[in-house]
Each structure stands twice: as C-alpha cells, then as structure tokens.
C-alpha cells in the first residue's frame, strides 16, 4: 500500500469513527471520566506501538466494561479491522496475555466459551455471535457487517481461573454512513411478528428490575424456550460511548414475562438489545431506555417503537 492510499484508508477511518457517535440524545448526568481516560490511555498504549508489552497497557486502570482492548492482563488482537459492507467474511482473531501468548482455556458461560456482540457505533445493526476457537488460540466466526460505518466488536469471555472481561475494539466498514437518530426513549420493540414491551427504569449507580413481555400477533407467549441457557438476553450499551453490560435473567416461567436486574453505571441514555428464541429462531428486540439519578423522578418519555431487529447471528 503507497503512502496516498495508507492516508486516505487513515482518513476514511477517522470520518467514520467521529460521524458514528451515537445521536439519540445527551446525557443527562456526568460521565465516568477517570474510566474512560483510562480506557482511552489503555487503547492508545496499544495503538502506539503494536509491540509494547501487555503488562504495560495493563497497567493503566481498567474502567467499565468494552471500553477498551486490554484490560485484567488481556488484550483483544483483530487480524483485520476493515471490512466491506454486505459481504461474509471469517472475523479472526486472538486473546493474548501478558506475554502476548494466545490464551486457550476459557470457562463455559452460558454455554459458550466465548461471546462476540457487534454494533454500529449509533447502536444499530447489532449481531450477537458465536466464534469457534482452533488449537493455536485464533478466534473465527462468520461476519457479515451490513452498511458502511464504524462498529465496536465486544468480546465477553472468562479464562479458566480468570475474571469475567470484555474488551472490545472498533472494526471500520468504509461507504456513505448516515448514523440513525431518535429523539426519546423506545419502550416497545418490534421484530417479525412479535412485540416486545419493557417496564421499569434504570437507576443510575443501582440496581433496577426491568421487565420485557413477550407478544405474537397480540398474544402473550408463554412458550419461550431456552436460549444459551435462558430464556432471555439483555445486553446494555451506554449511549455515549457504548460502556458494555450482558445480564441474564431472574429464575422464572417460559414468558411472556422475563426480568433482568440490572447496574447501570451512570445517567445517561442506554440501547437495550433482547435475544430471546421462539418457535426455534432466535430474534432480537431493542429498546432506548434514560438511567436517571436514584431518587429521581424519570423524564417523560418521547420515543415510539425501537429500530426493530437491526440483525442477529445465533
């Protein structure tokens, strides 16, 4: 690649990266500042310098989950980070440790070793797949990134002996990126013939029960059948800056009810993304939920329905 080409690709990336924050509103309080510093500090160690040792980038505090690539002595290690629009490509790639060794043993969690969540960085378009690992510790799964944009690919996993992490790291599909937009909050998801509704409210700092209830054609489904070992997933990605959480449900029936007791880290506006399987598909809902203050009152709502299922792997 001449140096034109290298410039150009370089600023490709950047237009997307800046265009692709999230418009759907600002936050409504601070934001972790010394943790996102953090991460960024974490993410540039890295950047700087391919060959810098990941005690090093490790040393730099971690913050909130995804937020950065290295983090708990591990980093996340992409073969590539641009991909073209609409077209399959096998995602590879590496978990290392500190001695930039691949690491191989991972726990089961929800009946996977590892889990990799992808979205546009406007909380769109998001994918929650399942790679396979081969011998030599490379990660691979099949990747289809539909429209042009910057995308931050989460990789949630636990090494045998380790804790639970989530690094992720952005993935660039170039083209004529327009970021979607939404004014309020989007209580009610809808994906073929199902709806979707979430009750509840986030209160930042705390933990809060939100409750989604299952509908087909009008009527509630009472048939939900597992899914990675429960009936439903929530992920949680903060507005401004995609802060990660991937909770699982509270014990219960098979719907239409499911409760999730999330921790929202701070105020702000939050994309909500509800795996669930029925009738043997697995579909997604997606909501836009404010963490308020606790002892707050939440601001009236705006919003209609969510973008609907922006696509899902299994």
């Excluded at 691949?102 to 089961?108: E, K």
């Amino acid at each position: 690649m001449n140096a034109s080409t290298k410039v150009s690709a370089f600023a490709l990336a950047l237009v997307a990266l800046l265009g692709g924050g999230w418009l759907l509103g600002r936050a409504v309080g601070p934001v972790n500042a010394d943790a996102a510093d953090a991460a960024d500090a974490a993410d540039a160690a890295v950047a700087a310098d391919p060959h810098v040792s990941m005690a090093e980038a490790a040393a730099v505090p971690a913050g909130e989950p995804g937020l950065a690539s290295a983090q708990n002595g591990y980093l996340f290690v992409p073969e590539s980070t641009v991909l073209q629009a609409g077209v399959a490509r096998d995602f590879r790639f590496r978990i290392t440790d500190g001695s930039s060794v691949a690491v191989t043993r991972f726990a089961v969690e929800h009946d996977k070793r590892l889990h990799l969540v992808v979205v546009r960085r406007d909380a769109t378009l998001f994918q929650h797949v399942h790679p396979e690992m081969a011998v030599d510790g490379t990660w691979g799964v099949p990747l289809t990134l539909p429209e042009a944009g910057s995308y931050r690919v989460f990789a949630d996993f636990r090494p045998e002996g380790g804790e639970r992490t989530t690094l992720g790291v952005d993935v660039q599909v170039p083209g004529d990126y327009r970021p979607a937009q939404a004014d309020g909050e989007s209580r009610t998801g809808t994906v073929d013939d199902y709806t979707v509704r979430l009750d509840g409210h986030l209160a930042a700092g705390g933990r809060s029960t939100v409750t989604l209830s299952v509908a087909r054609d009008g009527a509630p489904v009472d048939d939900l059948q597992p899914y990675l070992g429960a009936f439903g997933h929530l992920v949680a990605l903060r507005g401004n800056d995609l802060a990660y959480l991937h909770v699982h449900p509270e014990a219960g029936p098979a719907g239409p009810e499911i409760r999730f007791e999330v921790q929202a880290p701070t105020t702000g506006r939050y994309r909500l993304f509800l795996d669930f399987q029925h009738g043997d598909v697995v579909r997604t809902a997606d909501f836009t939920v404010d963490a308020a203050a606790q002892g707050t009152a939440p601001a009236p709502t705006t919003g209609g329905d969510g973008h609907g299922d922006d696509g899902h792997g299994g």
